[in-house]
């Protein structure tokens, strides 16, 4: 197709999306058939979103956030599926309300960008969302990334773990996909995240408590800000011990010891993950809340390794605090060898098709523990992760397939890969869409 026929299905794509139409679909379906690159899809997209936010709504912008997911996913599948996730994405962008005009321009300051982020520090905690959008986005750069910025943004986001975090998590994603889209018009697309930031619920218990039991520690956080080793097996038994603590201020100063003991923070946040994989594993059902811990491990551990600000560490008590619950309990026998890892991916699949859990999670703890290929591991798992329609699981599977990759590429923890087949395994099944899309999938 020409250039001019591919760059209107684009602008037929931001359009649905932007008003909330299921015809958004189809015409990304159409600009796939024509060779448009799956960023482009998504570029068309997040736009769409981005450009008709309805901050006034005080609901999470969702929908960049799975738009992220998406993108990172197709890094790891084949080239005929990396249509999957991306259409997925779009559907789900496409079903959720939005304002029924485009957002107005935003006023933007400039100014040294060091001021401008403690102003916008300021402005986040005084509720003010024109003026903490308009330094933000002054501190924003189009078409290069200023780490300075996205330093600001998580240090506002943890300082608020309003809806359990959420904001984080949304502010992480919504970095990673202007990040993917190589910041062109990261303004655009990085708004919603500090419009939901200062609008949306907030909560600054969790931060309070922190800052309480830091002041009373005279804990120098520059000191414990720079190195640190990997964990290692007592360092893995305490992680699990701060994750089952009694209460907030143990959980903190549990986390704050093993700091001190020369643990990572971003190691230690390997851990916290690992812990809230455990939890999904052993919860009843698709468990939602679960899977928001693990998310947001995810997310604090991003924040641990792209920043280097002290303030950084602020992520892991948070993610200590945010995973921190009761231990689960839950035991798996490995099923019998099978011949070769193609035989043991083929009955996953079979698992997830027949909605067994236990057996789909036992199938990965072996495959995992045989020592597989990773690549063929994690391309069966975000495979089936984008199958089902995001609109009848709220887009979990597309999220906990991106974060469970990322985790399980850093970890190589086999109960990482174990939640997100649980989850895959429980989740309502919808795969009409996919369905229809088979001959986009053809060899």
Not at 48 to 58: F, K
Not at 111 to 131: I, N
Not at 211 to 232: F, H, I, M, N, Q
Not at 371 to 400: I, K, Q
């Amino acid at each position: 197709m020409a250039v001019a026929g591919l760059s209107s299905l684009l602008t037929e794509v931001e359009a649905a999306v932007g008003a909330s139409r299921p015809e958004a679909v189809d015409a990304a379906v159409k600009a796939f058939r024509a060779k448009a690159p799956p960023l482009e899809l998504v570029r068309a997209a997040a736009r769409g979103v981005a450009l008709h936010y309805d901050r006034a709504s005080g609901v999470a912008p969702r929908s960049l956030a799975i738009l992220s997911a998406a993108t990172n996913l197709t890094s790891g599948m084949q080239p005929r599926f990396q249509a999957l996730p991306v259409l997925q994405a779009v559907s789900f962008a496409a079903s959720e309300k939005k304002a029924s005009t485009p957002a107005k321009p935003p006023l933007v300051v400039s100014g040294e960008v060091t001021h401008l982020g403690r102003s916008f520090l300021f402005a986040v905690r005084a509720g003010d969302v024109a003026e903490a959008e308009s330094i933000f986005l002054g501190m924003v750069d189009e078409g290069w990334e200023r780490k300075m910025a996205g330093d600001m943004l998580f240090r506002a986001a943890l300082e608020d773990m309003g809806e359990g975090g959420r904001k984080l998590f949304l502010a992480v994603k919504s970095w990673q996909l202007a990040r993917s889209l190589g910041f062109k018009e990261a303004r655009t697309i990085l708004r919603p995240a500090v419009e939901y930031l200062v609008m949306g619920p907030r909560d600054r218990t969790a931060f309070e408590t922190i800052l309480t039991v830091l002041g009373k520690e005279w804990v120098d956080l520059d000191a414990l800000a720079s190195g640190g080793r990997p964990l290692d097996d007592a360092g893995r038994g305490k992680v699990s011990a701060i994750a089952t603590a009694p209460s907030d201020p143990v959980c903190i100063q549990a986390t704050l010891a093993l700091l001190q003991d020369g643990y990572a923070a971003s190691s230690i946040a390997e851990g916290l993950g690992v812990e809230a994989a455990r939890r999904v594993i052993a919860a009843r059902g698709y468990d939602t809340e679960a899977a928001k811990r693990l998310l947001f491990a995810h997310a604090s551990r991003f924040v641990l390794t792209f920043s280097r600000t002290n303030e950084r560490l602020y992520a892991v008590f948070q993610a200590a605090l945010r995973v921190r619950s009761p231990e689960p309990s839950v035991a798996f026998t490995p099923p019998a060898s099978l011949q070769g890892e193609g035989e043991e991916l083929c009955h996953v699949a079979g698992e997830f098709d027949a909605r067994k859990p236990a057996e789909a999670a036992g199938r990965i703890m072996a495959y995992v523990g045989r020592g597989y290929s990773t690549p063929r591991l994690l391309e069966v798992l975000a495979n089936y992760g984008c199958r089902d329609s995001p609109r009848t699981n709220e887009g979990f599977n597309l999220l906990l397939a991106d974060a469970c990759t990322a985790e399980f590429l850093t970890t190589k923890a086999a109960p990482v890969a174990m939640a997100l087949a649980k989850m895959i395994a429980t989740s309502p099944k919808d795969q009409a869409a996919y369905e229809s899309w088979a001959p986009l999938f053809s060899p």
